[in-house]
C-alpha cells in the first residue's frame, strides 16, 4: 500500500521551498503568463465590435418589447429635436357620444354601495 499523505506532504515542502528560493522567477513568469495569454487570444480571436449597439438585442415577447418599440417610434424625432408629433386625436373624439351630466349623475348615483342588506363577514 502507498502512503499517499507522504507523497502529498513531499510536493508541498518542495513546492513551498521553490516558492521561497525563486520568489522573482515566480513573480516574472505569473505576470508574462497572465499578460500574454489573454494578449494571445485577443489577437487570434478578436472582439466582435459593431456599429449598432442593439444589434443582437431582440426583445420580442419579453416585459422590454413595450419600451423598445415605442423608443423605436420616437427616436428619429427626438434626435432631430425636442418635439414629438402625435397624431391628431380631435377627429376620433369627434365620432363618440357624449353623455350629459344627468346621465353621469344618475349613473354615481348607481354606483354607491348600498347597505341595508348586512356585509357579509361583518359583525354589526
Known amino acids: 500500500m502507498v502512503n499517499n499523505n507522504g507523497i502529498m506532504h513531499n510536493f508541498l515542502a518542495s513546492y513551498s521551498t521553490f516558492l521561497f528560493n525563486y520568489p522573482g522567477t515566480i513573480l516574472l513568469v505569473t505576470s508574462i503568463l497572465s499578460t500574454i495569454i489573454p494578449l494571445t487570444v485577443l489577437f487570434l480571436n478578436p472582439l466582435q ?57 344618475l349613473n354615481t348615483f348607481g354606483q354607491v354601495a348600498c347597505y341595508e342588506t348586512a356585509i357579509p363577514g361583518s359583525m354589526f
Do not use: C, H
Request: no cysteine; charged share 30%.
Open 49 to 105: 465590435i459593431k456599429q449598432n449597439p442593439e444589434t443582437g438585442f431582440e426583445t420580442r415577447d419579453t416585459e422590454y418589447s413595450g419600451p423598445r418599440l415605442t423608443w423605436e417610434k420616437v427616436s428619429w424625432n427626438l434626435q432631430m429635436g425636442n418635439r414629438v408629433v402625435l397624431s391628431n386625436v380631435t377627429n376620433r373624439m369627434k365620432n363618440r357620444l357624449k353623455r350629459s351630466w344627468a346621465d353621469e349623475l
